[in-house]
């Protein structure tokens, strides 16, 4: 298994319950290397259904925010549009923070930190070869690649690259929201607040702790910031501000009160991607299907997860049938989605921002 993401740790965890080791190869030196992220919603059928088969839906329960699941959407002057508060028993879609869901999944498994794959070569005659950042070569009778956005396993069965959307993403963090902004909390409720313009949106979302992240979203091309330093704070703050110049003072808010800057211009790989089927490495999550962000690829990423190992624990005598029927099943599922998301993000992100309301109609119970 390569890479600790949702989709390689819910693998090793299911696989684990059912008494299989697996060795899980992970890039980052720690746990802590990089900041933990945001926050995801579970849904039902998905993420959550790949947290009870591993044995962790309890204790996600426990930890998660179903209150998260409130969702608030603006229009550009701050008049506000829609409210939707979920029902106290809602558990389909509750919130949680990226970095307790990794905790989670960690628990006891046996992750070698600081293993950096660069390359895997299928078909040797000891099984699947795979190269690492340090200089050693190791096989394996299967590599599964978790390794998300810019899989290095990916090559080895596909020679498709993610491309960019056209949609550009900043993101930026609110600490201690309640206290040190409560306006801004006020305005964020329990979960999500989103506000459309023409072809930009900006979304804040609440995290645990107090915190909450910021997004804001808009169409550009890949060089927009040729003028900007990405590196510096003020600048890419005065940069967003006039680039949603004109919207209501407490939504701009959400930016002049940031801390850092995070640039994440949003890649996708091709909807419905394929590939001939190669005896000794498969792929998973992002690495497969990386789609637009619209609360499915972690989902689809762990179920995934779940599912492969499933299959494997089924059939242990016979990897490569396990794995093909695995892939079939991948590939319809996440075709489904990842249609889903890209009709999505240009509905979200488009010169009437009316079409974001109605997609949320469509999908909001009401
Ligand atoms: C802003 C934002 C918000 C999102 N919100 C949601 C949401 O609410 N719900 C949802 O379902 N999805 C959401 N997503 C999508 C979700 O984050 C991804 O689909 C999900 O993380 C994919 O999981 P993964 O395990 O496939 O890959 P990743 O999470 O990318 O994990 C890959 C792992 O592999 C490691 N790795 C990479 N390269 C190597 C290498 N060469 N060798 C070894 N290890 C390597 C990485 O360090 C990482 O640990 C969001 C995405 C973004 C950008």
């Known amino acids: 298994m390569v890479g600790s993401g949702p989709a390689g740790l819910t693998f090793a965890r299911v696989l684990h319950r059912h008494g ?45 925010r179903p209150e998260g699941q409130a969702m608030r959407i603006l229009d550009a002057d701050g008049t506000v549009l829609r409210d939707w508060r979920p029902r106290p ?34 078909g040797t005659r000891d099984g699947v070869l795979v190269h690492f950042a340090e200089g050693r070569e190791e096989t394996f009778d299967l590599v599964v690649g978790a390794d998300g956005a810019w899989s290095r396993i990916r090559p080895a069965v596909s020679s498709v690259t993610p491309h960019y959307t056209g949609v550009t993403l900043v993101e930026t963090s609110l600490d201690d929201v309640d206290t040190r902004h409560p306006d801004l909390a006020g305005l964020i409720g329990d979960g999500s607040v989103a506000v459309y313009g023409v072809n930009r949106a900006l979304v804040a979302q609440r995290n645990s702790g107090g915190h909450a992240k910021v997004y804001a979203q808009f169409r550009a091309p890949l060089d927009w910031h040729t003028n900007l330093d990405l590196a510096d704070v003020e600048a890419v703050r005065s940069g967003l501000l006039a680039l949603f110049d004109g919207w209501a003072a407490p939504v701009l808010d959400l930016l002049r009160h940031g801390t850092a800057f995070v640039h994440r211009p949003l890649y996708v790989l091709p909807v419905s991607h394929t590939w001939t089927h ?88 009401s």
């Open 20 to 64: 299989y080791p697996v060795a899980v190869l992970e890039r980052d030196p720690a746990p802590g290397a990089r900041p933990r992220g945001g926050t995801l919603d579970l849904h039902e059928g998905l993420g959550q259904l790949a947290l009870d088969k591993a044995g962790l839906l309890a204790e996600f329960q426990a930890l998660s």
């Open 89 to 122: 028993d809602d558990r389909a879609n509750p919130e949680i923070d990226r970095g307790q869901l990794r905790d989670l999944l960690l628990g006891e498994l046996d992750v070698q930190w600081g293993r950096a794959v660069t390359q895997v070569v299928p």
């Open 278 to 365: 190669i005896p000794g490495v498969t792929l998973l999550g992002d690495a497969a299907h990386l789609m637009p962000p619209l609360g499915a690829g972690a989902n689809l990423a762990m179920l995934e997860g779940a599912e492969l190992a499933e299959s494997i624990a089924t059939d242990p005598g016979d990897l490569d049938k396990a794995v093909r029927a695995f892939e079939e099943q991948m590939w319809a599922r996440a075709g489904r989605w990842s249609k889903i998301t890209t009709a999505g993000l240009e509905r979200l992100v488009s010169p009437d921002p009316a079409e974001a309301l109605a997609l949320f109609d469509e999908v909001q119970p």
